[in-house]
T-cell receptor, first 116, second 114 residues
Framework: SQQGEEDPQALSIQEGENATMNCSYK?????LQWYRQNSGRGLVHLIL?????REKHSGRLRVTLDTSKKSSSLLITASRAADTASYFC????????????????FGQGTILTVHP | GAGVSQSPSNKVTEKGKDVELRCDPI?????LYWYRQSLGQGLEFLIY????????KSGLPSDRFSAERTGGSVSTLTIQRTQQEDSAVYLC????????????FGPGTRLTVT
């Protein structure tokens, strides 16, 4: 099964509202990343949060990480129609040697629709 | 180049034929990854390259799948004797070194096996 489980599976909001997506994972991680995908093609990297960080901001994006609960959330504030896309969390696990090399395990994603 | 490029963008092939998918990573990126995205399985890791070597091939679904990377740059994913379940979007990503660095994805190759 996927390392990351995301909820909700789909989210529909109006422009200007905030959108919150959640991600849970099962094993120890080195970092957690959020990606956006339009039209089922290439993924665009949004933000990376390391396992020793609790919160990170980038523009209208805010990501939190709670390693004790093995969960993360992505908040998009003041959403726009252009934010309509699928959003994925991906975890970079720690291998037996305690290091990682970027093998990402993705969640199933949240489909966000922002209505103008 | 400015980003990761992949070719072809779309490939339709008959069951049983071999296909080659190409990935051109961002210049200077030593780490390269292949992923597959299908409706039933979501996004799955296939293989990881550091330079020309592949320390992790654990995601390749069968021995019909192979990949190589030459010159620390271009990578080719080959699928032999394609099956209908191989139909998916194959995504390539590269990163500066691997590990804590973000990955930059190409637009993908949509493979349809008829």
């Amino acid at each position: 099964s996927q390392q990351g489980e995301e909820d909700p599976q789909a989210l529909s909001i109006q422009e200007g509202e905030n959108a919150t997506m959640n991600c849970s994972y099962k094993t120890s991680i080195n970092n957690l990343q959020w990606y956006r995908q339009n039209s089922g093609r290439g993924l665009v990297h949004l933000i990376l949060i390391r396992s020793n960080e609790r919160e990170k901001h980038s523009g209208r994006l805010r990501v939190t990480l709670d390693t004790s609960k093995k969960s993360s959330s992505l908040l998009i504030t003041a959403s726009r129609a252009a934010d309509t896309a699928s959003y994925f969390c991906a975890t970079d696990g720690v291998n037996a040697g305690g290091t990682s090399y970027g093998k990402l395990t993705f969640g199933q994603g949240t489909i966000l629709t922002v209505h103008p | 180049g400015a980003g990761v490029s992949q070719s072809p963008s779309n490939k339709v092939t008959e069951k049983g034929k071999d296909v080659e998918l190409r990935c051109d990573p961002i210049s200077g990126h030593t780490a390269l990854y292949w992923y597959r995205q299908s409706l039933g399985q979501g996004l799955e890791f296939l293989i990881y390259f550091q330079g020309n070597s592949a320390p992790d091939k654990s995601g390749l679904p069968s021995d019909r799948f192979s990949a190589e990377r030459t010159g620390g740059s271009v990578s080719t994913l080959t699928i032999q004797r394609t099956q209908q379940e191989d139909s998916a979007v194959y995504l390539c990503a590269s990163s500066h070194q691997g590990g804590v660095y973000e990955q930059y994805f190409g637009p993908g190759t949509r493979l349809t096996v008829t």
